[in-house]
T-cell receptor, first 114, second 116 residues
Framework: KQEVTQIPAALSVPEGENLVLNCSFTDSAIYNLQWFRQDPGKGLTSLLLIQSSQREQTSGRLNASLDKSSGRSTLYIAASQPGDSATYLCAVPISSGSARQLTFGSGTQLTVLP | EAGVTQFPSHSVIEKGQTVTLRCDPISGHDNLYWYRRVMGKEIKFLLHFVKESKQDESGMPNNRFLAERTGGTYSTLKVQPAELEDSGVYFC??????????????FGEGSWLTVV
């Protein structure tokens, strides 16, 4: 059974800092890994999707890496801004043909202080 | 292009009542999923439709939950009768039908259900 763990559960940083969020998963046989952002009372916004054959993906100030062999992914946020405050979730599909059942971590709640 | 839309956004019902949640996926997306997050827990998979067919309903908690997707367009999730532990946020998501693993799954804003 796939289990996804995110550390830390909460993080508070001053504006401008670079930061790293961590995600680990127990079953390395994954199709891909997806990072989401959730603002309070809102839905999930997809940030980055990394294919199993890739090692990293970048979008603006965000960079996600994937190390399948060690069962880890990191989300790097450069030059953090108060608008980055949200809960960040990572998720991996349970590999089963074309199924897209995602297993989520419990998230990291990020607060960027102005 | 409209994203995944869900209705209602918030609902408060009494224990024993029935609630029906609706999801309109992104146009053209054959995959439709329901997930939920109950208080203090991770987001959990409920079920997966491919067009109008249930591909995987292994996450449905019990027979008080019924999901349908008639015609392969929008989907409904009915909870009958609702119990206190059903309170939480119910997310719908969709993605295109593909043969690989490269497609992002898009989530709606969620339907926030409170059973009192």
């Amino acid at each position: 059974k796939q289990e996804v763990t995110q550390i830390p559960a909460a993080l508070s940083v001053p504006e401008g800092e670079n930061l790293v969020l961590n995600c680990s998963f127990t079953d390395s046989a994954i199709y891909n890994l997806q990072w989401f952002r959730q603002d309070p009372g809102k839905g999930l916004t997809s940030l980055l999707l990394i294919q199993s054959s890739q090692r990293e993906q970048t979008s603006g100030r965000l960079n996600a890496s994937l190390d399948k062999s060690s069962g880890r992914s990191t989300l790097y946020i450069a030059a953090s801004q108060p608008g980055d405050s949200a809960t960040y979730l990572c998720a991996v599909p349970i590999s089963s043909g074309s199924a897209r059942q995602l297993t989520f971590g419990s998230g990291t709640q990020l607060t960027v202080l102005p | 292009e409209a994203g995944v839309t869900q209705f209602p956004s918030h609902s408060v019902i009494e224990k024993g009542q029935t609630v029906t949640l609706r999801c309109d996926p992104i146009s053209g997306h054959d995959n439709l999923y329901w997930y939920r997050r109950v208080m203090g827990k991770e987001i959990k998979f409920l079920l997966h439709f491919v067009k109008e067919s249930k591909q995987d309903e292994s996450g449905m908690p019990n027979n008080r939950f019924l999901a349908e997707r008639t015609g392969g367009t929008y989907s409904t999730l009915k909870v009958q009768p609702a119990e206190l532990e059903d309170s939480g946020v119910y997310f719908c998501a969709s993605s295109p039908l593909d043969g690989g693993a490269g497609n992002t799954i898009y989530f709606g804003e969620g339907s926030w259900l409170t059973v009192v």
